[in-house]
């Protein structure tokens, strides 16, 4: 193994490169020896400059996120004290970045003079997607910078931009589109010949100081932005931090900076945000579908169906590069489906997210037809009829029939036996489900369901394309409702005992909001339309006195103005007293006594089925691991991010209390989704958690 960092000397400037595979991460070792080369280059007086670079891929990627939580994290020299190095370096110092210049190599950065890179880089402070801010002075330096509105808003998107936005910016001070050692030794000696010298950017104040005399004008700003950021802690930390940079001297910024930012690392939510972040890099790795197996070549995708999930999934698709032909049963549908795909677009260029040129581009990879025959020649073909196995049939029989060898079929059923569809054909290793989640333009959750036959390839496909669409794939076993709307159901089991029993719609919703979810049941339902689950009761034979009694109303929700709320403006959900009327009268007639409901009972008789529902899911291997279920819910159905996911809450909660609640439900109400799971019951008498589980395969 080389040296992590080495040093060249060109012409009287030194050039620091950074060899620590494979994306430079900030690893204690890696930091003294950037700190010794440092020291080495100061003291050379042969050295007029200094160039910090990297080798490989990218230019430092971000802290080690293997050493948080153990001592190497903060062992000398820390970030902060390895940048407050590099500023007291007194000849003229440059990073030179390509790849991505992320969170702590950011920062890093900001320790130095200038910053010069590629074109083709990006640079970000990502930390908010760990629940964390920035912790090496990026909440100090960046705001500036750049300014603290701006500034804000870089930390709290956490999402990486292109170099050109930052050269506009002036974090980056030169783009250059290749050659990027080369050019940076000529900037930086450029600077040397001139005798330039630069303000380092701690020392910097224009951008800050008409905000110094009233700083508390900054309070409506972080109220601004962070309104949306409900619940999570580090957006609001983020905030204080940005305003610290205007209240205060550089070094005690950077104090309360890491102040806070030690509370967000040790705090559940950062715990549970970085568990997803490793839970979604676990999910790509599939059993059986290893690096060795090839996925195959998709240009062109067909899309069967352009109503509510057709359109989204084309969309997708389009976003993802892909050409798209949509196909519908006739010219009318066709027309409206796409109709709605445009008017979707142009919300976004409205809204600034997209350009007039990408719709346009995007709107080009679209066809429609109403003939089987334009599918020919697709690569891949994904269903999204109707939720009818007699349609799903007479839709795969006519597939099978016209597409190529090798060609893969998809279907987007939400709760249909994927072996079934792969049997209306005459190649089910061809065949699997692909389930989107509404609106699946937005969604990034996509369960991609394998079958008993489906063959490797077409899995590494899916995920391929998957990822393509921008979307988090997660692969999942065949059973009615696959793992997400199975647990969806169990959490639902309780939905109308618990309002008949004497909680309120509003009450039971907002415990669930209280616990971090972006709304509860029965404003979802309301949302969503009642007459949808009324509908399937129907096609069922099933019935649910509540929800079916608004539903023969004609009270279907949001769209109809009534539903469980009454809807005035149209949005803002008014407890109604007529639903309270008819979930009296109903308890009345099946004689249900009434009482007070507490929260906990709400939580106990709603996410503890869903909990014990994802153990049984496990132990049937419908999911390969606890990880999974986590990120189907964290991305599909809203389950709380800084809550990590129904398994991990489950761990961090205790499972032998889980266990406990399930049994004493269970002889209340003798409902199965009580009947407590044998592999929950294991693990809680074991003392053991769902991540011991995953890591022992226990
Ligand atoms: P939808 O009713 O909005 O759209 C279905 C479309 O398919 C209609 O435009 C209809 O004209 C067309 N269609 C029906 N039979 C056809 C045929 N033989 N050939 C060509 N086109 C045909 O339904 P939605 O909501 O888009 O659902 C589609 C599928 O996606 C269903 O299997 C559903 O279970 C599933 N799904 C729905 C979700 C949702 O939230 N709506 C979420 C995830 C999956």
């Known amino acids: 193994m080389g040296d992590i960092v080495s040093t060249s000397a060109q012409d009287g400037i030194a050039v620091l490169t950074i060899d620590n595979p494979s994306v430079n991460a900030l690893s204690h070792a890696m930091r003294s020896a950037l700190d010794k080369a440092l020291q080495d280059a100061e003291a050379d007086s042969a050295v007029d400059a200094i160039v910090i670079a990297c080798s490989g891929r990218t230019f430092v990627a971000g802290a080690e996120i ?54 083709s880089s990006k640079v970000g402070l990502p930390e908010i997607n760990l629940g964390l801010i920035p912790g090496a002075g990026g909440t100090q330096r960046m705001p500036r910078l750049v300014g603290p509105e701006r500034a804000l808003d870089i930390i709290l998107s956490g999402k990486p931009f292109p170099v050109e936005a930052a050269h506009e910016d002036g ?90 930012f030690i509370a967000l690392m040790e705090g559940e939510q950062s715990v549970a945000q970085r568990h997803i972040f490793f839970a979604q890099r676990e999910a790509a790795k599939v059993p059986g579908v290893g690096k060795d197996v090839q996925a195959r070549t998709v240009r062109k995708v067909g899309v069967i169906g352009a109503g509510t999930m057709g359109g989204g999934i084309a969309m997708s698709l389009a976003n993802g590069g892909y050409d798209v032909t949509i ?105 699997l489900g692909t389930h989107f989640f509404s609106p699946a333009n937005v969604m990034k959750l996509l369960e991609i369901v394998r079958g008993k036959e489906t063959s490797p390839d077409v899995i590494a496909t899916a995920l391929e394309v998957g990822k393509r669409a921008g979307k988090i794939p997660v692969v999942v076993g065949v059973c009615h409702g696959f793992v997400g709307n199975r647990m969806l159901e ?30 509860g049941p029965y404003q979802m339902s309301d949302l969503a339309g009642i007459d949808i689950g009324w509908r399937k009761r129907q096609a069922l034979g099933e019935r649910a006195e509540i929800a079916d009694t608004l539903a023969e109303k004609g009270d279907f929700g949001q769209k109809t103005g009534k539903g469980y709320y009454s809807y005035e403006d149209g949005r803002t959900p008014v407890p109604r007293g ?74 961090r909660h205790g499972l032998a209390t889980i266990v406990e609640r399930l049994e004493h439900w269970g002889k209340e109400t003798a409902k199965p989704v009580y009947e407590v799971s044998p592999l929950l019951r294991r693990l809680a008498d074991e003392g053991k958690s769902f991540s011991d589980f995953q890591k022992q395969g226990a």
């Open 66 to 119: 293997k050493e948080f939580g153990t001592d190497k994290a903060m062992a000398n020299p820390s970030l902060p004290e390895l940048i407050a190095h590099l500023e007291t370096i007194t000849k003229p110092t440059v990073a030179a970045i390509h790849g991505t210049a992320l969170g702590g190599g950011l920062e890093l950065s900001f320790g130095c003079d200038y910053r010069v890179a590629l074109a």
């Open 171 to 260: 974090i980056i001070d030169a783009v250059f589109e290749d050659d990027l050692i080369a050019n940076a030794v000529a900037f930086i000696r450029d600077k040397v010949q001139a005798g330039t010298t630069v303000t380092r950017i701690r020392d910097r104040d224009d951008k800050i100081a008409e905000w110094k005399d009233d700083p508390d004008r900054f309070d409506a700003v972080i109220a601004d932005k962070t309104k949306k950021k409900r619940g999570l802690d580090a957006p609001v930390a983020a905030g204080r931090a940005v305003k610290a940079a205007l209240t205060m001297e550089i070094e005690e910024g950077q104090k309360f900076e890491r102040d806070q």
């Open 327 to 431: 196909l519908e049963m006739n010219r009318e549908a066709l027309d409206k489906g796409l109709d709605r795909v445009s008017k979707t677009y142009d919300i976004s260029v409205k809204r600034g997210s997209m350009t007039a040129d990408a719709k346009a581009k995007r709107m080009a990879r679209l066809s429609g037809t109403t003939s089987y025959d334009d599918l020919k020649d697709c690569d891949l073909i994904i269903e999204a009829v109707f939720e009818d196995i007699g349609v799903k049939e007479d839709v795969f029989g006519k597939l099978d029939k016209i597409v190529k060898d090798g060609a893969i079929l998809a279907s987007n059923t939400s709760y249909l036996d994927v072996d079934a569809i792969a049997g209306f054909t005459g190649r089910p290793a061809d065949v």
């Open 490 to 519: 169990a959490r639902s089991a309780e939905a109308e005992d618990l309002l008949l029993e004497g909680a309120s719609p509003a009450q039971v919703d907002k415990a669930f909001r209280d616990f971090g979810w972006p709304m």
């Open 578 to 651: 007529e639903t309270q009327a008819i979930i009296e009268r109903v308890a009345r007639e099946k004689s249900v006594e009434r009482r007070d409901i507490s929260d906990d009972e709400i939580m106990e008789r709603t996410l503890y089925p869903m909990i014990n529902e994802g153990a049984k899911i496990l132990e049937e291997g419908i999911a390969t691991r606890p990880s999974d279920i986590d990120v189907v819910w964290v991305y599909g159905y809203g389950f709380p991010v800084g809550k990590g996911g129904p398994m991990h809450w489950a761990d």
